[in-house]
Structure formats: structure tokens, C-alpha cells
């Protein structure tokens, strides 16, 4: 199937340059490979219950949008333990360590990719082992 889709120039530069270097057939296999791992990030997060440990990491311009983030983070104190925050110009980075039900953390990911300000939400989640039972016998 053939589709098109607008994209930055300099990402696209930047894109075309890693899956050359990575000695990829072509942008289409690179593409596809882009769009499984997306998927398989999202579906993950998606379909995950009972309570888990994650960090939730995210860029965005601190200007646009600090009032509404700082007002969502509030909003999931339950599930947020720490914040970790750095400068970059007129860019944050912001790290949300989080522990709780999964549809809570699933819920805080999906509200932070409603900001325009915010560019990138990345995710790395594991199971809470503590919270689950042990077979010991």
C-alpha cells in the first residue's frame, strides 16, 4: 500500500541518515520497522493491568503549556512519586516516576500527548513484582 504523510525536512534528513547507517534495504523497510515498534510500544502500555512502576519521560516548550501540565500532574499525584526536570533554552524535560494501577499511568501518558507544546512522551514500564503474589511452596 502506498500512502503519503508530511513530515519536518530535518527529521526526515535525520531519519534517511540512521536507517542508512544501519545498513537497511531502503526508507519503506525503515518506515515499517518505525511504525512495528510504535505499535508494539503502544499496545503494550495498552493492554497492561494491576499496578506497575513506570517512567514517563516527556519534552516540551515551557513557555506554552507549564501552567496545564503542573495542573495534570496534580491531577495524578496518586500515581506520581517523583519529578526530575531540566532546562534546555526555551525546551523541558520533564521525568514522572510513577507506581499504581496501570490504567492511571495509561491515563496520565495518553492526557500529556493532548499538549501541543509537548513533542515526545516515552514510556518505560515494568511490573509492580511486590504487588504481586509469590509462589513460594
Request: aromatic share 8%.
Amino acid at each position: 500500500m502506498r500512502t503519503s504523510v508530511n513530515i519536518p525536512e530535518g527529521l526526515l534528513a535525520e531519519f534517511d541518515r540512521v536507517w542508512r547507517e544501519q545498513d537497511l534495504e531502503n526508507r519503506s523497510r525503515a518506515v515499517r520497522e518505525a511504525m512495528e515498534e510504535y505499535v508494539e510500544r503502544h499496545s503494550r502500555l495498552a493492554a497492561m493491568d494491576g499496578d506497575v512502576v513506570a517512567l514517563v519521560g516527556f519534552d516540551y516548550r515551557h513557555a506554552d503549556v507549564i501552567r496545564d501540565l503542573h495542573a495534570v500532574q496534580h491531577t495524578f499525584q496518586d500515581v506520581i512519586l517523583n519529578t526530575s526536570h531540566t532546562h534546555q533554552g526555551e525546551w523541558c524535560l520533564e521525568s514522572l516516576f510513577c507506581r499504581g494501577p496501570a490504567e492511571r499511568v495509561r491515563d496520565l501518558t495518553y492526557r500529556l500527548r493532548d499538549f501541543d507544546a509537548v513533542r515526545r512522551v516515552k514510556v518505560m514500564v515494568i511490573r509492580d513484582e511486590a504487588a504481586e503474589p509469590h509462589g513460594h511452596g
